[in-house]
């Protein structure tokens, strides 16, 4: 049943706005963070939910988009309502970032908690234009202008979750 219509206002808010919007309509227990630069390959929902069910229900379980080995970061993932809830605050993609780079704090903080696996056998292929598979789009032009701030929000709040980990460490 289709929920919500995105208006033409929404859509100009970008792809961070959608999912923290559609994370807060939908009905599930496990959201998919997806994109429409994502093509499913079979078993890939399969894969990921069995990866998923592996961790006791709880985490994040990155796709295999044949470009990455999801060491870094999972660019797409899926992950449990609870998870997302306790963990990243409610949000799909932090909403401190505008375009990139918070998949890579999703990644850290799932991975810091031990509740993140990449999952081999979740393929999607993901036809994004840094990785030659499609043209840079309007839509990726302007996601490319955040890059760089998106990247030092990322930095800066990485050392700011490392200090606050060693002051919490045991001495």
Known sequence: MLR???TVDEYELGAVYAWNK??????GDVLALWADDLLPCSGWAEAALGALDEMGGHGVVGFNDLASDGEEYAAHWLADRAFIN???GG????PVYKSWWADREVTDVAKSLGCYRWCRQAVVEHLNYTFGKSPEDRTYREAARNYEADRVVYESRRRQAERASARL???
């Open 91 to 94: 949000a799909m993609y932090p």
């Open 4 to 6: 919500h219509i995105r």
């Open 22 to 27: 559609l994370a807060t309509l939908a009905m």
């Open 86 to 88: 306790e963990h990243l």
């Open 169 to 171: 460490a045991p001495t």
